[in-house]
């Protein structure tokens, strides 16, 4: 409760006590004013009651002062540590945007959510980035300031909603209406055109497609990796190719793959298995099954490949690696393969372009029987 005391020059000092919740002291609070009229000291003790909020607050703080710059450049050396390298590149853009964006100097206690919406709003219409760019800063946002809040220098976490951001309705181009994997005819045109430039690429990519493997994951493939149950043969994946596009000469292979439910054993089909043992053969004691010039295979290349191939085949669909393991996945799905079958097959825990592609598949086959109802 306010108290008034009166001061000597005409003016009144409007006090109120309070107890620190940290040390259970009395804390002393006040502000002076010409008349303490009821309508002004309800305004003062709101403001006083503020200001103890946000002095309590500070107080919990480890650095009241800590900066923006200083949050990022702390938290990349961790992301550093704990991320397999090409994850952590995937998000060094994003830190660099916010960082300029925002401002290095930016105090951590003086960002709240409306600053924050405000922020990726004009990312996106005020400097007309797409949403998938600023949802990439908005991830790593949220993460930076998460991580704020478990080491003290936040006590909540001032990230906003993603429903709070006014994203863009994007329309699709033609191109991106397409399906992401390859039907039967594009898949044949497609391998035998790699054939005729680059049998190597094209026994790596008939690979992928067979086998619904990641890049990284055929890429790191080592003779070690395969093992013989019932004469059957499985390549078991246990790792990742964590490699640099500008020197594959550094290309390393991870201790985990991407994910957890990465971890897996492939069977592989009769000619998955041949693939294998073209290359496994006299490669006992090599590092990696597929190499060229010595070194691991790079994603770039063999995605200058498929770009070449895409144009020249006037392919509509955007074809890269990837593509392989998504017609990987159409294939099992027209064989009738459940769900969840093809979910461990490929390593996808919960994945939604995994139940996308089952899905179409699946009611396409649905509409085509449909169809041929007539013809009873």
């Known amino acids: 409760m306010l108290r008034i005391e009166p001061l000597s020059n005409g003016r009144v000092k409007l006090v109120k006590d309070y107890k620190d919740p940290l040390t259970g002291g009395r804390k002393r609070l006040s502000k002076t004013v010409n008349k303490a009229t009821r309508q002004v000291q309800k305004q003062v003790e709101l403001l006083l009651d503020q200001r103890f909020e946000r002095e309590v607050e500070l107080s ?17 050396v961790i992301r550093k540590e704990r991320l397999k390298p090409s994850t952590y590149r995937s998000q060094i853009t994003a830190v660099r945007q916010v960082r300029s964006g925002i401002g290095n100097n930016a105090l ?20 007309g980035k797409l949403n998938s760019n600023v949802k990439k800063q908005f991830m790593v946002l949220n993460l930076m300031l998460k991580y704020a809040v478990q080491v003290g220098y936040l006590n909540d976490n001032p990230a906003p909603d993603y429903g709070s951001i006014s ?13 992401k994997f390859l039907d039967s005819d594009e898949l044949d045109r497609l391998l035998t055109y790699l054939r005729s430039k680059d049998p190597f690429i094209a026994d790596f990519c008939e690979l992928l497609y067979l086998t619904g493997m990641r890049f990284g994951e055929a890429a790191s493939l080592q003779p070690k990796n395969f093992y013989t149950v019932d004469n059957h043969t499985y390549a078991k994946i246990i790792g990742t190719l964590d490699y640099s596009r500008i020197n594959r000469q550094k290309a390393t292979k991870s201790d985990t793959p991407k994910t957890e439910a990465s971890f897996r054993s492939i069977r592989l089909s009769s000619r998955a298995l041949e693939i294998c043992n073209k290359y496994r053969v006299d490669k006992r004691n090599a590092e990696y099954l597929f190499l060229r ?7 770039t290349l063999v995605d200058y490949h498929l770009s070449k191939a895409e144009k020249e085949l006037k392919i509509k669909k955007r074809v890269s690696t990837h593509t392989f ?30 139940k996308e592609i089952y899905l179409h598949v699946t009611n396409k086959s649905r509409e085509q029987a449909e169809d041929k109802i007539e013809l009873l």
């Open 60 to 76: 919990t703080l480890n650095n009241p002062h800590k900066t923006l710059g200083e949050l990022i450049d702390e938290w990349l």
């Open 167 to 179: 994203w863009k309705k994007e329309h699709k181009t033609e191109r991106q209406t397409y399906p």
């Open 325 to 354: 393991r998504h017609t990987h996945i159409s294939k099992l799905a027209e064989l009738g393969v459940p769900l969840y079958v093809i979910q461990d097959r490929v390593g996808h825990a919960d994945e939604k372009i995994t």
């Open 293 to 299: 010039h010595g070194y691991p295979l790079s994603a």
């Open 108 to 127: 951590l206690i003086q960002l709240n959510r409306q600053f924050l919406v405000r922020y990726l709003d004009d990312q996106l219409y005020k400097y």
